[in-house]
C-alpha cells in the first residue's frame, strides 16, 4: 500500500477532515479533504461537527485558529515546527506600545500572527477580506499588523491611515518577487495576466493586473479568458491553478518563491501524526477566548 494510500484508508477509520492550504505539497493537497485560502481553512475548521479530528496541513498560526474557533476538536499539525516566519514578527509588548500611542486607534490583526496577538486587538483579517475589515470600523487610523505590504494595500483601497506594527513585518517568501522578473515574463508573454498577493510589495503589486487571496487568484484564473498568468505568490498554488485550468498556462513570477514552513508537511509526517494523534494544538483558554472574539468579529464583517 502507497503512503497515500494508508493515509486515506487511516483517514477513514479515524474519522479525520484533512485540511490543506494552497501552499502545500501537490500529494498533501491530492489527499486533503478540502484545499482552500487561511479564511476558507479557518470557517472549515470552525463549522466542522463530525469529523473526530482536524489535521491541519500548513503553518502554526492556521492550526491555532482552527484550535480556537473548534475548541472541543481534537486540531493536529502534522509538524511542529511549520511556523510562519511573519506571524513571529509582532509581540504582545509591541502592540500595547502601539495602543498607548495611539489610544483611539483600533487594532487590526491580520490572521498570520499567534493567538497571543490576536487576543490584543479589536478584530482579525485575512489578505481576502482586509478591505471589507477596514471599511468596516468607524475609524481613521488603524494600528495594523504585522504584514507592511497588506497594511499599505488596505490604506491604498480604502483612503484611511493604517500605522504598521511592527514598522517593518513582511514575509520573507513574498519579498522575492520584484517587479523586474514579472516585466521580463511580460515581455516573453504578451498576453499574460498578472496576478499577485497582496503581502507582495507596492511596486510588484502596480505591475499587477489582479490583486487577491490565494483562493481569490484561483477564483480569478477559472473565470479569466486569459490563456496565459504570472504568479505572483507561493510555488504551491501552481499545482491547484494547473489541476483546475488544464488548458491554461502558469508561470511562476519568481521560480524560486518557496515558503520553507509550508513545505514541512510531508506525507510521512501527516502520517505519522494522524496514526499516533500527536502534534495537538492547544492553546491557553483564556488566551482563546479573546483571539475566538476578535476572529468572530471578522467573521461577522
Ligand atoms: P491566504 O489567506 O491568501 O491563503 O494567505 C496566507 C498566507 O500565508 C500568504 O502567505
Ligand atoms: Fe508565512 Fe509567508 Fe509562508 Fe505565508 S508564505 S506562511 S506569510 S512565511
Known sequence: MSLTEKILSLKKEKKALILAHNYQRAEIQDVADYVGDSIELSRKAAQEKDAEMIVFAAVDFMAESAAILNPAKKVLLPCLGARCPMAQMVTADEIKRAKSKYPNAPVVMYVNTLASSKALCDVCCTSANVVEVIESLDAETILFGPDRN????????????????????????????????ATVLKMQHPDATIMVHPECSGEMRKVADYVGSTSKMCRFAKESNAKTFIVGTEEGILHRLRKENPDKNFLLAYPDAVCPNMKLTT??????????????????????????????????V
Do not use: W
Open 150 to 181: 497588506l497594511a499599505q494595500y488596505a490604506a491604498e483601497k480604502t483612503g484611511k491611515t493604517l500605522i504598521p506594527v511592527p514598522e517593518f513585518g513582511f514575509c520573507p517568501t513574498h519579498l522575492l518577487f520584484q517587479p523586474e522578473d
Open 267 to 300: 506525507l510521512d509526517r501527516l502520517y505519522i501524526a494522524l496514526k499516533e494523534e500527536k502534534n495537538v494544538v492547544k492553546v491557553p483558554e483564556n488566551v482563546a477566548e479573546k483571539a475566538r472574539a476578535s476572529l468572530e468579529r471578522m467573521f461577522e
